[in-house]
């Protein structure tokens, strides 16, 4: 197969506090796909990071007694946590603090400002002088009260820097007609209507209030305001602008395929300022925006940190295992459309897919195999039998349709398909009955192809889960105890070479989770103590 280059990135979380699940939900997706790509031999640049300016960080720091420096780099430790604890695969972490990054935000100002696609004009809006900020309509309400401190707040105007958005309009939406599949998930009308056919206003990219960003060399008393700042990071992390641009070219050449995640909220910043951003800059644009949808509460209110009613992911990878939390997330929550995260949802996932589905099929077939054949695997025999035969075939569609899936970033659907194989295994036993043919010695033959098909079911069914199961899918390897040339993507077409592997004890792959038990602990997760 021809190796393929992808560069796969997040967004860049707020420092401003911990992370929660919600974001979780985003790099467990990326990761699948970087995972999924990788597993497939192709040549993969997964990025992540954290979004580290911005006043709500320096205020957070100074509610804490810390400089934002040092508030960033207390968060950056949790963002470190969870992505251990979660297994994400990330090449490189970005944090817009770095000398390296905001070295490249300065010179794409200087640029932009040279070739006149940045000017100097006058930002209006609601401005709170005790809290030296300025808001928004929505955000100050119809009291025109400062959503922080709650005093009244005035409107005031301010030189500041715009990029000029307008100019790019006509090729924008040229662009979005000639690539249909730029954000798969259909949210490009939205963006349409509302911010582009109204008449798209230049973006204010830079405040003189703001203390906490990269300052203007042209201008120090003016600092970027954040989302410029923000975007840079999928460039200057490849070294855009630097001595060393190896990686740059690469992975944002041409022959790269470059997909972008990020939430419903933050679209409009991914499908419409970043490729303005990138054609004043004459860099090509990314293949696909995926903007996913978000984790809701029951009463569907977005689950975030400022509402404080996210819990983190860290007690969900300790209780249930990481495996049981990444595979909730991509195959319960409908990529692209947003999920609640509710308790009885959860336990059921688990309970019906990991632990009555795979890890029964897993736990069935080493047992019936140790009690048939003392543990080894039966020779592969052409099969003479028409379940078996079909079973084949299963595992044959199930790859075409997996594969077709995750191609097209659907990978709840991917998920689903590798599930309803092992399902099919299931249904295989109940159906071909191996006891009652382990009693008839004529049966022989007709025991030895049903036991193998079931191996390589399960063979097969791991190595797809692989991207979504780290630790998992594996584990199930090991107990069968394929090889390691086995498990290997490029063997999943590779049938019959299992004959004489002796198997290893079988062990509980997922424990099943008690109804009553896990309903309380999660409900009080998410609810707190109090409101059961
Ligand atoms: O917006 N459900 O950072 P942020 C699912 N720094 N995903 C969620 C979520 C939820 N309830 N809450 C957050 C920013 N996310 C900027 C981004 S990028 C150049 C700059 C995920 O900390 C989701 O991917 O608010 C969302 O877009 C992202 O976190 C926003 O994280």
Redesign the pocket.
């Known amino acids: 197969m021809e190796k393929k280059c992808f560069y796969i990135t997040?967004?860049?979380?707020?420092a401003?506090a911990n992370?929660?699940?919600?974001?979780a939900?985003?790099e467990v997706i990326s990761d699948t796909l970087a995972r999924y790509e990788r597993l497939k031999g192709n040549d993969v640049f997964f990025l992540t990071g954290a979004?580290e300016h911005g006043e709500k960080i320096a205020k957070n720091a100074s509610k804490n007694n810390m400089t934002p420096q040092e508030f960033v780099d207390h968060v950056y430790l949790n963002f470190q946590e969870n992505w251990k604890k979660l297994d994400i695969s990330y090449n490189k972490f970005i944090r817009t603090t770095s000398k390296e990054h905001m070295e490249v935000v300065q010179k794409v100002f200087t640029k932009l400002l040279n070739q006149g696609d940045i000017y100097l004009g006058e930002y209006k809006g609601w401005y709170c002088t005790s809290c030296e900020s300025f808001w928004t309509d929505s955000q100050v309400g119809e009291k025109h009260l400062c959503p922080d401190c709650g005093r009244e707040v005035h409107t005031e105007t301010q030189e500041a820097y715009f990029l000029n958005c307008k100019k790019y309009v006509p090729q924008l939406l040229e662009f979005y007609k000639t690539h249909p599949n730029f954000e798969p998930g259909g949210k490009l009308n939205e963006m349409l209507n509302t911010f582009i056919k109204p008449g798209l206003e230049d973006l204010c990219i830079t405040r003189s209030e703001l203390s906490w960003g990269v300052p203007i060399k042209e201008d120090p008393k003016q600092v970027i305001y954040?989302?410029i700042d923000?975007?840079l990071?999928?460039i200057s992390a490849l070294g855009y602008l630097s001595n060393d641009e190896t990686l740059f070219n690469k992975f944002w050449g041409k022959d790269s395929t470059i997909v972008q995640?990020?939430?419903?909220?933050?679209n409009r910043?991914?499908s419409i300022y970043?490729p303005i951003l990138l054609m004043a800059l004459g860099l090509r644009l990314p293949d696909t925006i995926y903007i996913?949808?978000?984790?809701?509460t029951r009463s569907g209110v977005?689950?975030?940190?400022s509402l404080g009613n996210?819990p983190s992911p860290l007690p969900l990878i300790e209780r249930y295992s990481l495996d049981a939390l990444r595979y909730y997330m991509v195959r319960e929550v409908q990529i692209g459309e947003?999920?609640t995260f509710t308790p009885k949802q959860f336990i059921e996932r688990i309970n019906n897919d990991l632990v009555n589905n795979y890890g029964n099929l897993l736990n069935r077939t080493i047992s019936m195999i140790k009690k048939y054949y003392d543990g080894v695997i039966p020779q592969y025999k052409e099969p003479s039998n028409l379940a078996t035969i079909t079973l084949y075939k299963n595992i044959e569609e199930t790859i075409k349709t997996y594969e077709a899936d995750m191609d097209i970033y659907n990978l709840t659907k991917g998920a689903s398909d590798v599930m309803s194989l092992l399902d099919l295994g299931n249904k295989f036993i109940q159906d071909s009955t191996p006891w009652v043919l382990a009693k008839d010695p004529n049966k022989k033959d007709l025991l030895d192809e049903t036991m193998y098909v079931l191996v390589e079911v399960l063979r097969i069914g791991s190595i797809l889960l692989k991207p979504i199961l780290v630790t998992k899918a594996d584990e199930a390897l090991d107990q069968l105890n394929i090889s390691t040339e086995l498990r290997e993507y490029n063997s999943i077409h590779t049938i019959g070479k299992l004959g004489g592997i002796k198997n290893n004890q079988p062990s509980v792959l997922f424990p099943r989770l008690d109804n009553e038990k896990e309903f309380s602990y999660l409900t009080e997760l998410i609810d707190g103590p109090s409101k059961k």
């Open positions: 997040t967004p860049i979380y707020y401003s992370l929660h699940i919600g974001h939900y985003c979004d954040v989302w923000a975007l990071n999928y995640f990020a939430g419903r909220e933050i910043f991914h970043w996913h949808g978000l984790l809701l977005k689950l975030s940190k996210a947003d999920g």
